[in-house]
């Protein structure tokens, strides 16, 4: 295809633009049953925390009136994860809605013993987000009111329950983004967020919630509220306290409020999606990108050919430009003139092609086509899922590496899964591989794990990019972080919380060495 007609190639209106809303989604999938966790890892033991009573219930009645699930079916979705992996099997939800109620629920559970598991928008991807025996469920649900927004210095005070597309449909009226942005932002709360340091599609422009967090409140195992709810930039006051609940995933504090520094909204945003023959050329183009857009550059993704045939095949959704390449890039841009942004863009573009980086691409600035564009890499999630089970992998590795995972991956499970893909943040070097097979499959998950995580060990990464360990990733934690660093986090877990109650069974090992 020639340069010139690519580039000027603009999509056509007759997408379907209608997305299947998670809700829908989630509620159909899980009328499949899912086994317990208990019993598909049944060399795990309960700790010794205490069993819920009727008594237990009607303290919990007292606290929140109205506000305590108990019904099997009304419990079904609040046990099961996201991705239909994991089961618990609790016999209480418990609904807040203040920092108040998180308190006092959290210290009568500690002085009982009882074992609890803070819950968002239940997205989470790595089985931290429900109980893995009879926890507690403590759920943000109703703790959903935003407090303030200053429009000035952007900076968006809110409860932790409030739903990150809503937060962002909230800030948007003052001209103002949400610093993160994530395929499951219809559900997902902002609590959850911060509690899996959640990084998403802005991360290469805005950074981590390390930086765009300011303040947050927590509530201890002992029902201690600590109050870090600063709004201010600059607070070099001591400890910087919040940062330890940030990715901390339930285990050392309940979120029940953040403040949070919030970008402009760009005047410009283009969206180019792009087919090239090799993921060197990915690379290549990545490097480009940074020079040529420079500051404008506010995303970099990536999907390779199976990863489009999830979009194409699963999802039935008409991918923008020709379906055979082995790689896709998309690139957003995003800045406050358009004029200058476009013709950055295009000037990009078409030295791209000129140099065979790119064969065939196209460019958006139209809202519903850049939409458009990023649901078919967005929804890559929810299309693998129609293909049965799972296994999913999050991880950082050093670029020159990057694809050999997915290659490495895909050679050792050959005849034992229904496709491995790549696809995911390359821009910040986190790669999403994901392989699939009609139900769970013992001799795949053989054939993947440890061989999987040690590859990523071996090429000096990161077992979790950005969805965290949970339960199912917490035992690999040695394969990156050090011995001492884990044992520090074990002290601090101490600390914060010696009963152990706040989500047991996730994020730090079975074994402490
Ligand atoms: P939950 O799933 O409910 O909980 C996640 C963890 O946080 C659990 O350990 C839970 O105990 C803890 N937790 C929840 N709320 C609180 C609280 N208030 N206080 C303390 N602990 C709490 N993740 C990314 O990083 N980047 C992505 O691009 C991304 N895309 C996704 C796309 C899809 C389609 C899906 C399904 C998931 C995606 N995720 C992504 C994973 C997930 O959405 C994020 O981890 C999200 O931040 C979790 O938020 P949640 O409210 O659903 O939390
Ligand atoms: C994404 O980037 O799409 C998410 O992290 C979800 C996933 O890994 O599938
Ligand atoms: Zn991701």
């Given at each position: 295809?020639k340069?010139?007609?690519?580039?000027?190639?603009?999509?056509?209106?007759n997408?379907s633009?209608q997305?299947?809303t998670?809700?829908?989604?989630?509620r159909?999938?899980?009328?499949?049953?899912?086994?317990?966790?208990s019993v598909?890892?049944?060399?795990?033991k309960?700790?010794?925390?205490?069993a819920l009573?009727d008594?237990?219930?009607?303290?919990f009645?007292?606290?929140?009136?109205?506000?305590v699930?108990?019904g099997?079916?009304?419990?079904d979705g609040?046990n099961?994860?996201w991705?239909?992996?994991?089961?618990?099997?609790?016999?209480?939800?418990?609904?807040p809605?203040t920092?108040?109620?998180?308190?006092?629920i959290?210290?009568?559970?500690?002085?009982?013993?009882?074992?609890?598991v803070?819950?968002?928008g239940?997205?989470?991807?790595?089985?931290?987000?429900?109980?893995?025996f009879?926890?507690?469920?403590?759920?943000t649900?109703l703790?959903?009111?935003?407090?303030s927004?200053d429009e000035?210095?952007?900076?968006?005070?809110?409860?932790?329950?409030?739903?990150?597309?809503?937060?962002?449909?909230h800030?948007?009226?003052s001209?103002?983004i949400?610093p993160?942005?994530?395929?499951?932002?219809?559900?997902?709360?902002?609590?959850?967020n911060?509690a899996?340091?959640?990084?998403?599609?802005r991360?290469?422009?805005?950074?981590?919630?390390?930086?765009?967090?300011?303040?947050?409140?927590?509530v201890l195992?002992?029902?201690?509220?600590v109050?870090c709810?600063?709004t201010l930039r600059k607070?070099?006051t001591?400890?910087?306290v919040?940062?330890?609940?940030?990715?901390?995933e339930?285990?050392?504090?309940?979120?029940?409020?953040a403040s949070?520094?919030?970008?402009?909204?760009?005047?410009?945003v283009?969206v180019a999606?792009?087919?090239?023959?090799?993921?060197e050329?990915?690379?290549?183009i990545?490097k480009?990108?940074?020079?040529?857009?420079?500051?404008?550059?506010s995303?970099?993704?990536f999907?390779?050919?199976d990863?489009?045939a999830?979009?194409?095949?699963?999802?039935?959704?008409?991918?923008?430009?020709?379906?055979?390449f082995?790689?896709?890039?998309l690139?957003?841009?995003?800045?406050?003139?358009?004029?200058?942004?476009?013709?950055?863009?295009?000037?990009?573009?078409?030295d791209m092609?000129?140099?065979g980086?790119?064969?065939?691409?196209?460019?958006?600035?139209?809202?519903?086509?850049?939409?458009y564009?990023?649901?078919?890499?967005?929804?890559?999630?929810?299309g693998?899922?129609?293909?049965g089970y799972?296994?999913?992998?999050?991880?950082?590795?050093p670029l020159?590496?990057y694809?050999?995972?997915v290659?490495?991956?895909r050679?050792?499970?050959?005849?034992?899964?229904?496709?491995?893909?790549g696809?995911?943040?390359v821009?910040?070097?986190?790669?999403?591989?994901?392989?699939?097979s009609?139900?769970?499959?013992?001799?795949?998950m053989d054939?993947?794990e440890?061989?999987?995580?040690d590859?990523?060990?071996?090429h000096?990464?990161?077992?979790?990019?950005?969805?965290?360990?949970?339960?199912?990733?917490?035992?690999?934690?040695?394969?990156?972080?050090?011995?001492s660093?884990?044992?520090?986090m074990?002290?601090?877990?101490?600390?914060?919380d010696?009963?152990?109650?706040l989500?047991?069974?996730?994020?730090?090992?079975?074994?402490?060495?």
């Amino acid at each position: 295809m020639k340069a010139s007609y690519a580039l000027r190639r603009l999509l056509s209106n007759n997408y379907s633009l209608q997305c299947q809303t998670k809700r829908t989604f989630y509620r159909s999938f899980l009328r499949q049953t899912v086994p317990l966790t208990s019993v598909r890892y049944p060399n795990l033991k309960r700790g010794g925390y205490s069993a819920l009573t009727d008594k237990d219930l009607s303290v919990f009645e007292k606290l929140i009136p109205g506000r305590v699930l108990t019904g099997s079916s009304e419990l079904d979705g609040y046990n099961t994860d996201w991705l239909k992996t994991c089961r618990g099997s609790s016999q209480v939800v418990l609904r807040p809605k203040t920092t108040e109620e998180v308190s006092a629920i959290l210290k009568y559970c500690n002085e009982r013993k009882l074992a609890v598991v803070p819950q968002g928008g239940n997205t989470g991807l790595v089985g931290g987000s429900v109980p893995v025996f009879d926890e507690i469920v403590v759920s943000t649900q109703l703790m959903n009111q935003i407090i303030s927004l200053d429009e000035i210095s952007g900076t968006l005070v809110c409860e932790a329950g409030c739903i990150l597309g809503n937060l962002s449909d909230h800030v948007a009226e003052s001209n103002l983004i949400m610093p993160l942005d994530l395929g499951a932002k219809g559900s997902c709360h902002i609590g959850g967020n911060l509690a899996t340091n959640a990084g998403g599609l802005r991360l290469l422009r805005y950074g981590s919630l390390h930086g765009s967090v300011l303040g947050l409140e927590a509530v201890l195992a002992s029902g201690e509220v600590v109050d870090c709810l600063s709004t201010l930039r600059k607070d070099n006051t001591g400890y910087d306290v919040k940062q330890l609940f940030i990715g901390s995933e339930g285990t050392l504090g309940l979120i029940t409020k953040a403040s949070i520094l919030c970008p402009q909204k760009p005047n410009a945003v283009n969206v180019a999606f792009l087919g090239c023959d090799s993921f060197e050329r990915v690379l290549d183009i990545f490097k480009e990108s940074k020079m040529k857009l420079g500051e404008i550059l506010s995303a970099f993704e990536f999907l390779d050919a199976d990863a489009i045939a999830v979009a194409r095949d699963n999802l039935k959704l008409s991918i923008p430009i020709d379906d055979s390449f082995p790689f896709y890039v998309l690139i957003e841009s995003s800045g406050s003139d358009g004029t200058h942004d476009e013709e950055k863009m295009n000037g990009f573009l078409e030295d791209m092609m000129n140099r065979g980086y790119v064969i065939d691409g196209t460019v958006a600035s139209e809202p519903a086509k850049i939409q458009y564009i990023w649901s078919v890499r967005e929804r890559i999630a929810e299309g693998l899922m129609h293909d049965g089970y799972c296994y999913k992998y999050d991880v950082s590795i050093p670029l020159s590496h990057y694809y050999g995972l997915v290659e490495a991956v895909r050679e050792r499970t050959q005849g034992n899964t229904t496709r491995v893909i790549g696809y995911g943040h390359v821009g910040d070097s986190n790669l999403h591989l994901n392989a699939t097979s009609p139900e769970y499959s013992q001799t795949t998950m053989d054939l993947l794990e440890p061989f999987l995580y040690d590859w990523v060990a071996k090429h000096r990464g990161s077992i979790s990019a950005e969805h965290g360990l949970g339960f199912k990733k917490r035992d690999f934690i040695y394969h990156s972080k050090s011995e001492s660093a884990v044992r520090t986090m074990n002290q601090m877990k101490q600390v914060l919380d010696p009963n152990g109650i706040l989500n047991p069974y996730k994020l730090l090992p079975t074994v402490v060495r």
